[in-house]
């Protein structure tokens, strides 16, 4: 039978972002994957050098709708440490713990979607049911469900009461409880073991060559988290493991985000037991003084990286953001080589891609001519490749 290719997007049902995958097939054999990005570049690093600080936190918020606390996060980080203040400890606690439910939020909405991309509705339903009491805590410490513009510079925008400190300790009790449940489901219930496992594979060795992170890693056996590699916050004052998986699988994935799930609500439990009184923000100067700093967090998809460069002004000269999603594209087109069609949506979900954070474009001037070109991400990738 002769090898066919065919595209998959950029217009699709599986994702609500466009991107456009190709694939080369052997019968129902994947033979071969690339992947083309772009369709969605907003100029977020470009606005944020023509804006302040203070815009910029809306910006950056806005990289991403499911990890946005965790893009204000490491601007803040990073924006604070060329000024060279430390905010005030109770902040500290209250970003470790808004930190850590965004992550319950993310991963179980990923759980929800894993459930529909194999057919399992059931799963889907139930887990979505049980993700509405994480977004209550998240409305009730922010006022907001998502976009929840907790974190500022010089600290958080709100102090969490006596009187949230009940039901958010209810609400972790329960989401652990069923994170638990939901762990139990993906090793015995066999719709979804047998979509699951064995399923786009691929080991920790060829994920450290390709620059995987986050769970997609952890879940190959590589335990590297940055919240124990480069702690920040108050990390380094709880206690809680790095999970990892040999199983390099769909399966595995699934089995460290359900188990940090319980991880980041006994981690909550911590800071709402260590976290001290004081003030949750400080005075801030509208001018940052020269400098630059690096920032990496670690956000639910994985590691996240914020460079900063100020110029002595109230407007950043430069922020460049490298976001998990890019990170793991290139070991997403591995995951479905070899595998089957019918493999292809859960093996590239299992990476939780986000392509409105991943987008990027750069201009080449040529000199000879004297023209200038955009280019996406993946042709300067190939460009490179030629030369």
Not at 302 to 310: A, Q, T
Request: glycine share 8%.
């Amino acid at each position: 039978m002769a090898k066919l290719s065919f595209p998959i997007g950029p217009q699709h049902p599986a994702l609500k972002e466009p991107e456009n995958l190709r694939f080369t097939v052997d019968g129902e054999l994947v033979v071969d994957a690339d992947i083309r990005i772009g369709y969605v570049h907003r100029s977020i690093e470009r606005s944020c050098s023509e804006r302040n600080y203070v815009q910029d936190l809306y910006l950056c918020e806005r990289v991403c709708g499911i990890c946005s606390n965790a893009h204000t996060l490491a601007f803040c980080q990073a924006v604070e440490a060329i000024v060279g203040v430390e905010i005030p400890e109770r902040a500290q606690w209250i970003r470790m713990l808004m930190h850590e439910f965004e992550r319950i939020h993310s991963h179980m909405l990923w759980l929800g979607v894993a459930g529909h991309e194999i057919g399992f509705e059931t799963l889907f339903m139930y887990v979505w049911r049980d993700r509405e009491v994480i977004q209550d805590i998240l409305e009730t410490v922010s006022g907001n469900r998502g976009h929840y513009a907790m974190t500022m510079l010089g600290g958080v925008r709100y102090d969490i009461t006596d009187e949230m400190v009940g039901k958010i300790r209810e609400g972790l009790q329960f989401l652990r409880d069923r994170a638990e449940h939901y762990a139990d489901i993906a090793t015995s219930e066999q719709t979804f073991l047998q979509r699951t496992a064995n399923v786009g594979a691929v080991s920790g060795e060829r994920c450290v060559e390709l620059g995987a992170c986050g769970p997609v890693l952890r879940a190959s056996g590589v335990g590297y988290d940055v919240r124990r590699a480069f702690p920040y916050l108050q990390y380094d004052k709880v206690e809680f493991p790095i999970r990892t998986s040999e199983l390099c699988d769909v399966l595995g994935r699934t089995l460290v985000r359900v188990r940090e799930v319980i991880d980041a609500c006994d981690i909550c439990f911590q800071c709402l037991d260590m976290m001290p009184e004081g003030d949750v923000n400080m005075r801030f100067p509208r001018k940052v003084p020269e400098g630059e700093a690096v920032v990496r967090i670690e956000a639910q998809r994985g590691e996240l990286i914020y460079y900063v460069r100020s110029n002595g002004t109230d407007v950043p000269e430069r922020v460049k953001i490298r976001t998990p999603t890019l990170a793991n594209l290139p070991v997403s087109l591995e995951m479905v080589k070899g595998g089957q069609i019918a493999d292809i949506p859960i093996a590239f979900a299992s990476i939780d891609p986000c392509f409105s954070c991943t987008d990027r474009m750069v201009e080449l001037d040529d000199v000879n001519s004297g023209d200038s070109r955009t280019m996406t991400w993946s042709e300067l990738v190939k460009l490179g490749r030629r030369a």
